[in-house]
Every structure is written in structure tokens, then in C-alpha cells.
């Protein structure tokens, strides 16, 4: 497994965040990368619930009352980060995707059967944001009120607790 983080800093757009996007290359390899059910079963024991299964929107979005996990469990995707002027990467099957409440992401393109497990902290409830007129400084204002997990998604301990407590 390879971890990667990536901070995205406000674009006048999209707010994206101080705390950096986690990346898990592979944390998933061999069967359990294409089964749905064992991440969904690591998520709900590290306290990240509201799962659903589906793909990625290709168009610009966010989330300002909640942080976001992707688990790909099938297929590919380029995954834009950051709004139009962030960062384009490829994720697949066994990655995992951390993302801070206001960073805006967006399916680039994919690969047949393309398919993610979603999750947030219990608690946090997402709302949808397109970087559109108006939805500023609502949103600011969401994203500052949004606590920081209580686990990393799938490492429990560590992970994304350490890398987003020393930027909150």
C-alpha cells in the first residue's frame, strides 16, 4: 500500500480545505479489492456510516456538511481533486479516497464498471455544492462547523486523524 496526500487550496470556486485529501493506493489487493461488503464492513466498525454503491458524478461537486470516503471496489477512474485547477489521478480498485468536507472532486473518466463505496462519519449528513454563485459564504460556514472523525475510515488509529490534527 502507498499513501499519498494532496491539500487544495481555496480557488475563489470551491473552498476545498486546510486538511489534506488521503489517498490509499492498493490498501485493498487480491479478492477483497472487488468486494463491496468488506469495505463496507471496515467502514461501519471504524464509526463511517451512510454507506451507499455507486459511481462518481462527472461534474465539479462537494460536500460542506460532511467529510467523504471512496473505496473503489471495481474498475478505474481519473479523478479530478480540487476544482479545475487541481490534480487529475487515477484511482482503482483497492484505493481509497479521504476527503475534507468543501473539496470539490469529479469523475474525468472511468473504466468499465467503475464503482465506489461511499461513507461518512456517523453523524455527518452530506449536503451537495457545485462552486456556483450564491452558495458562498453558506457554505464556509458548514465546512468550519464540520468536526474531524473520530477514525481514519479504514486504518482506525492514525491515518487521517494525524494528518488532519495538526491542520484543524
Not at 477483497?32 to 462527472?58: C, I
Not at 478505474?76 to 489521478?89: M, N, Q, S
Not at 475510515?153 to 491515518?159: F, K, N, R, T, W
Request: charged share 20%; proline share 6%.
Amino acid at each position: 500500500m502507498e499513501l499519498f496526500k494532496f491539500q487544495f487550496d481555496d480557488d475563489g470556486q470551491f473552498p476545498n480545505s486546510s486538511l489534506p485529501v488521503v489517498i490509499y493506493k492498493g490498501f485493498f489487493s487480491g479478492g477483497e479489492a472487488v468486494r463491496p461488503d468488506a469495505y463496507e464492513r471496515l467502514l461501519d466498525t471504524n464509526g463511517w456510516g451512510g454507506g451507499w454503491r455507486n459511481g462518481l458524478f462527472s461534474y465539479h461537486h462537494f460536500h460542506s456538511t460532511a467529510h467523504e470516503a471512496l473505496c473503489v471496489y471495481k474498475g478505474w477512474a481519473d479523478v479530478r481533486l480540487g476544482g479545475e485547477g487541481g490534480k487529475t489521478l487515477r484511482v482503482e480498485a483497492g484505493d481509497v479516497i479521504i476527503l475534507p468536507a468543501g473539496v470539490a472532486h469529479k469523475n474525468m473518466g472511468q473504466g468499465a464498471g467503475f464503482s465506489v463505496v461511499g461513507s461518512y462519519p456517523t453523524g455527518q449528513h452530506p449536503d451537495m455544492n457545485y462552486g456556483r454563485p450564491g452558495e458562498r459564504p453558506g457554505v464556509d460556514e458548514n465546512i468550519a462547523a464540520v468536526r474531524l472523525p473520530v477514525a481514519d475510515p479504514v486504518s482506525g488509529s492514525g491515518g487521517i486523524i494525524e494528518y488532519w490534527a495538526d491542520k484543524a
